[in-house]
């Protein structure tokens, strides 16, 4: 190879270094956005107004791709595509949530990221109880048009325990 050759794979691969090391804040910032908007969706301990849920379902289901897939597991079930993400969050299943995603695991290989977030969320049910939800999300993302998305997310429950009784016997 010659030295104009050599400099120009050197240059190729230290620029999808940097767009890989570019994308992981931007998976993160993706990821806090999410969470913020699900989590307006309760005021003072109930769901937000019809007006308010409906924009930020709309807003939430615009950081999905048009085929993304929101997976909440058994207890929460599936939507395929904005459309069907926007209609899931306009239907809350508590009344209220606070989503901290943690130990961010991102990987990056060129228009696609996979991450693995642990979840902690203090949450009321539908009944007024306090909970701990604990679980993991395993994500795929697509960067399109130069903005990364959702292509899809999986929620995996560990444990819903009450606040009053903690979550020692579910461990045990």
């Known amino acids: 190879m010659t030295k104009t050759g050599e400099l120009e794979a050197r240059l190729e691969e230290m620029g999808a270094r940097l767009d890989a090391l570019e994308a992981v804040p931007?998976?993160?910032?993706?990821?806090?956005?999410y969470a913020e908007l699900v989590d307006a969706r309760y005021t003072r301990g109930a769901p937000a107004p019809e007006s308010k849920?409906?924009?930020?379902a709309e807003q939430i289901a615009a950081l999905f791709c048009e085929d993304g897939v929101w997976d909440g597991g058994p207890a929460l079930g599936v939507a395929r595509g904005r459309a069907e993400i926007a209609a899931r969050m306009r239907a809350p299943t508590l009344r209220f949530s606070w989503h901290f995603f943690l130990k961010p695991r991102i990987e990056v290989e060129g228009e696609r990221a996979h991450a693995r977030w642990d979840l902690l969320s203090p949450c009321t049910t539908k009944d007024g109880a306090p909970h701990w939800l604990v679980g993991f999300?395993?994500?795929d993302y697509r960067r399109v048009d130069g903005v990364w998305l959702h292509q899809q997310m999986k929620l995996t429950t560990v444990f819903l325990a009450p606040h009053q009784s903690g979550w020692q016997k579910l461990l045990l």
């Open 53 to 56: 849920l409906a924009a930020l």
């Open 26 to 33: 931007a998976i993160q910032n993706l990821k806090a956005r």
């Open 137 to 139: 999300e395993d994500d």
